[in-house]
């Protein structure tokens, strides 16, 4: 990265600033690919690059801009999977200890066998979220329902799928069959 730009947007430059935006936006998204949950990295970029745009005057080193932009891009994915998945994808211990327990064979089959059990409406639109990647929008429109609707679906399939893989009690499972 010219570090040029990187002065000239920090210093107000708007069509430097566009431009580096344009030239980060790369990074960053293999940065969020990394770093999110799947279906997090396109809110992760956007976010991120807006974080750029409005801080990049707190940027001392124009050396570090590199080393800035990774960091928000970790705390970022950081925070949204706290927020789509109710846990902290760098909670480091507790995910490793449940990962080293099994292959990545077991982990796929595992990860396929909860999908089956989940009921129809949450299977649907986890695999059209993270697995066909499908918009918010698209979803609704395939499922005859509201983007509100597909939200409130997907963030309970995540969670289902997330108790239910690591052995944890599903809030209001008896009320979806899962007891």
């Known amino acids: 990265m010219d570090l040029s730009v990187i002065e000239a947007a920090r ?17 960053i998204r293999r940065y969020a690919m990394r770093h999110c949950v799947i279906s997090d990295i396109d809110d992760a970029v956007q976010e991120v690059l807006i974080i750029v745009a409005k801080r990049i005057e707190s940027l001392k080193f124009l ?7 990774f960091k928000t891009v970790q705390r970022e994915c950081r925070r949204l999977g706290r927020v789509t998945l109710n846990y902290d994808p760098f909670e480091e211990e ?25 009921p129809q409406e949450h299977r649907e639109v986890i695999l059209l979220k993270d697995i066909q990647q499908f918009s918010n929008r698209e979803i609704a429109s395939e499922l005859g329902i509201t983007v509100a609707a597909v939200k409130s679906r997907v963030h309970r399939a995540r969670e289902l799928t997330r108790a239910m893989l690591l052995d944890e009690p599903v809030r209001g ?3 979806l069959g899962l007891d």
């Open 11 to 27: 210093d107000g430059d708007r069509s430097a600033m566009e431009t580096l935006l344009l030239l980060s936006q790369p990074d």
């Open 63 to 69: 050396a570090a801009f590199s080393s800035w932009l």
């Open 94 to 118: 507790h995910l490793d200890s449940w990962l080293q327990a099994h292959s990545d064979d077991e982990l796929i089959n595992e990860l396929i066998s909860v999908i089956e059990k989940l």
């Open 173 to 175: 499972g008896s009320d």
